[in-house]
């Protein structure tokens, strides 16, 4: 089932949690709805479901209008971060509730919900644990046991609100594998909402990010990541770096002329002395030993961490011109670091291999 969202508006009170939203979600597409606390993913999330109403705007599956239709005629599941199961029924139970409370015209027969039920827990690999509690269950077997009951009524849509958010590191990273595998297997539409972006990146079609009751940018995974389309964007989506310059002509200039460095940037290549944002990843930029006439951001490292391959630098310019939050992160391999015989309190110079920039909004 496909579904279009259009202009929708949402305030509570004088709060606007969204403003002018429009989207469209493809049938059989695993769609994320990524962005920090407050941003509106999960009132959108809602209005989606029937669980909100909004203020203005539409909402339609396949075509059909749905903004008013009440939720329990929109043929969608739920999966929410807290579980939501019943503690008294058994695994078996709690999936075969929604069946069992479905209009006696629709409700299929015992021996058919037992068929269900059972085929149900063994896609989501716990048919072993039917007749135990929740409280008997692990957060990711309680989760998994959610999601099978949220299947059990055949939605068209499938909604989860950060379905992994209550879960440890480690059980978060085999549940976004295994609902990856799952959402291949069923096809069916689903949109989940996370703050988290390395989830969003690891197991949706596509990301929608989000900010301020805003939508910033949709696209693959990939091509959020390469391309981010705002300021907010890039500094959303994994460690940056964010450094303050001027633009002039096709170049931005970081920092001071004897401390600093200029970086070709032919996409502004009307600037004329902007002020301007260059965002560089810590992957992006090359740490060298520093001898004097280097032409870099010159740094001292003050913090170094290594773990497994990668080694995390923490470098103070000596010049903090143009610098934004006083330190710099680089990321090197750890054989890099081990065999450039890098080290704490020594002087490096550092140059970006690429950059992100972006004209500051404001008059120069």
Not at 25 to 41: D, F, M, N, Q, R
Not at 65 to 70: C, D, I, K, S
Not at 141 to 155: D, T
Request: with cysteine; glycine share 8%.
């Amino acid at each position: 089932m496909s579904i279009e969202i259009r202009n929708i508006h949402k305030n509570f009170g004088s709060f606007k949690a969204l403003d002018n939203v429009s989207l469209d979600i493809h049938s059989g597409e695993l769609v994320a709805l990524l962005g920090p606390s407050g941003c509106g993913k999960t009132t959108l999330l809602r209005i989606i479901a029937g669980l909100e109403t909004a203020d203005q705007g539409s909402i339609h599956f396949s075509g059909e209008e749905t903004t008013h239709v009440h939720v329990r005629e929109r043929q969608v599941g739920f999966v929410f971060q807290h579980y939501a199961l019943f503690r008294h029924m058994t695994v078996f139970e709690n999936v075969a509730f929604g069946l069992r409370m479905k209009p006696r015209g629709q409700r299929p027969s015992e021996a058919q919900i037992q068929t269900k039920v059972h085929d149900l827990l063994k896609l989501v690999q716990l048919d072993w644990l039917s007749d135990r509690y929740p409280s008997q269950l692990s957060g990711g077997q309680r989760q998994r046991i959610a999601l099978a009951r949220a299947l059990a009524v055949e939605p068209k849509v499938l909604l989860l609100d950060e379905p992994f958010g209550a879960l440890d590191a480690k059980v978060r990273k085999e549940l976004r594998r295994w609902l990856r595998r799952l959402h291949e297997e069923l096809n069916v539409t689903s949109i989940f909402v996370t703050h988290d972006q390395e989830e969003a990146l690891e197991v949706s079609d596509r990301v929608v990010l989000m900010n301020q009751g805003r939508i910033e940018q949709v696209g693959s995974p990939q091509e959020v990541w390469d391309h981010p389309a705002s300021p907010f964007v890039y500094g959303f989506l994994g460690d940056v770096n964010l450094f303050h310059g001027r633009a002039h002509e096709g170049e931005v200039q970081i920092g001071e002329d004897h401390h600093g460095v200029t970086l070709a940037t032919p996409e502004h290549a009307q600037a004329q002395n902007a002020k301007a944002l260059a965002y560089v990843r810590p992957h992006d930029l090359d740490v060298k030993p520093y001898t004097a006439g280097d032409i870099g951001i010159v740094a001292k490292l003050t913090r170094a961490i290594v773990v497994g391959p990668i080694a995390r630098l923490e470098l103070e310019p000596l010049d903090k011109t143009g610098l934004n939050g006083g330190i710099i992160e680089a990321h090197l391999s750890a054989a890099q670091f081990y065999g450039q015989g890098i080290t704490e309190g020594q002087t490096y110079v550092i140059t970006p291999k690429k950059a992100s920039v972006f004209i500051a909004p404001q008059a120069a």
